[in-house]
């Protein structure tokens, strides 16, 4: 714990242990705060960017020699609505125990969680899981999911980008022209989740542009992109996607399409996540 960790958080984690050790039917996992998830349907959706739709696109969006985008169909999904906050990683610890970076808990309890890896994502994942299985959520169909397996997990490249950019391919997750009132870019610091309303947004995510760039669990590899191939050439130094930009970031990378890549061990004030739900491999 932190010095610099906020009151109201440090209280909370104080009443997360107190239920730990006296109350009988309860644990940390029944009470731990949990985000709010959104489904994501199934169908169609264009992947990758170039310059002759995207002038301002990388030369790792264009989806091959021949074609600026490809199209991939996807399985129905479930995505955070909001980045994983400091709040919720702070109970996961909590209840966990994880070893993490004191600077991942320094800070609001609604603001998007940093300075935390890879792996201490997939550990939240892992956790998350256990504690939707312990305690359902209210939604029936997503309820019904998990008791047949499905599972909390990061979301891979392509199911972050469709999230993001809608069916439709637009630039931005809102449309084509950055907006400063829609998201948190070329700015000094991250703003609480959710903090810059977004009704255009194709499903109702908050954050898809700027605040924290978002590991996804697809290492780096250049497009066409094949989920198939996502677990090949590991033995090498991989770097794993991360998207979405960050709050420093000018417009060019927080577009929906613009793609980064850090170590796993990276811990940085500008990396974070959000959490999918998604069918058992």
């Known amino acids: 714990m932190t010095p610099t960790m906020a009151p109201r958080r440090a209280a ?4 997360l242990l107190f239920a730990a050790a006296s109350a009988l039917h309860s644990s940390p996992m029944d009470q731990a705060p949990r985000p709010v998830f959104v489904e994501i349907p199934a169908g169609p959706f264009t992947m990758g960017a170039g310059p002759a739709t995207t002038p301002e696109a990388f030369a790792n969006e264009r989806w091959s020699a021949a074609a600026e985008a490809g199209t991939l169909d996807l399985p ?3 995505l955070a609505r909001r980045e994983t906050t400091i709040g919720e990683y702070a109970a996961f610890v909590t209840a966990t125990g994880w070893t993490t970076d004191p600077r991942a808990l320094a800070g609001p309890d609604d603001v998007p969680v940093a300075f935390v890896s890879w792996p201490d994502a997939l550990a939240y994942c892992r956790w998350l899981t256990r504690t939707l299985a312990a305690r359902p959520p209210a939604d029936p169909a997503l309820a019904e999911r998990l008791r047949n ?3 909390a997990t990061l979301p891979t490249e392509a199911q972050w980008e469709k999230a993001a950019r809608g069916p439709d391919g637009r630039r931005y997750p809102w449309g084509e022209e950055a907006r400063r009132d829609r998201a948190q870019f070329d700015a000094p ?8 309303a977004c009704p255009e947004c194709a499903y109702g995510l908050d954050d898809m542009a700027g605040n924290v760039w978002e590991w996804t669990r697809s290492p780096s590899q250049p497009y066409p992109y094949d989920e198939s191939d996502d677990r090949l050439h590991l033995d090498a130094d991989a770097l794993w996607t991360i998207r979405g930009g960050g709050f420093a970031d000018p417009p060019r990378l927080v577009r929906g399409s613009a793609r980064g890549a850090a170590e796993p061990g990276a811990r940085r004030a500008f990396i974070g996540f959000r959490v999918a739900i998604v069918p058992p491999r």
Do not use: D, E, L, N
Request: aromatic share 16%.
């Open 12 to 15: 909370a984690v104080a009443a």
């Open 76 to 78: 129905a999904f479930y």
């Open 149 to 151: 397996g499905w599972m």
């Open 189 to 196: 610091g991250v703003a609480p989740v959710g903090a810059h």
